[in-house]
């Protein structure tokens, strides 16, 4: 009777992992692809010009290029950001195969898609190769303008806090599941 339990639970954790690899995957394409049409929407209708006032002073337009990491830290660091970024996305992708929680495969998935979509500006964008500037463009009072890849590794922090506090854990060694 005992092994036809093992089984049975090995079976739903293999399901569970299949159904949050699929969350990571479509949540990380989704970011990177809503990101990087925004940036080239933004690269042709904002660079160049005034702000566009959304809601007032509250949420503007505003096109502007960042060679650093948020808040603007860390200017010189492109080829060091990018570098992190990438052993961040390596880590996110090995440790992919163990996750059985959907809530974690979609956080996962969402700062995977953010650092793609950021990583792809350091990649390609100018002044060169791991060089790249981000582009950013959505602007708040008070706080540094941001992109949509961004947002996404900032809506995935919240995710895990709240995954955290919930005792949510994200692979199968744990007693409780999502």
């Known amino acids: 009777m005992h092994g036809v339990q093992t089984e049975r639970r090995t079976a739903l954790n293999a399901d569970r992992v299949k159904r949050a690899r699929k969350t990571l995957a479509l949540c990380a394409f989704l970011v990177f692809l809503l990101d990087f049409l925004s940036k080239l929407w933004a690269v042709e209708n904002l660079k160049g010009r005034d702000s566009i006032k959304v809601i007032g002073n509250f949420l503007q337009l505003t096109y502007t290029t960042n060679s650093g990491a948020a808040f603007s830290m860390a ?3 492109t080829l060091a950001l990018a570098s992190f970024a990438l052993c961040v996305a390596a880590f996110i992708i090995y440790f992919s195969r163990k996750v059985i929680s959907i809530w974690w495969g979609a956080a ?8 793609f979509g950021n990583l792809w500006d350091r990649i390609f964008k100018a002044p060169g190769r791991f060089q790249g500037h981000v582009v950013d463009w959505i602007e708040l009072p008070h706080w540094p303008i941001f992109n949509v890849a961004d947002s996404a590794i900032c809506i995935a922090a919240g995710i895990v806090v709240i995954l955290a506090i919930k005792n949510i854990q994200p692979t199968a060694s744990s007693n409780h599941v999502a």
């Open 75 to 77: 200017p010189n660091a």
């Open 108 to 115: 996962l998935g969402l700062v995977l898609g953010g650092i």
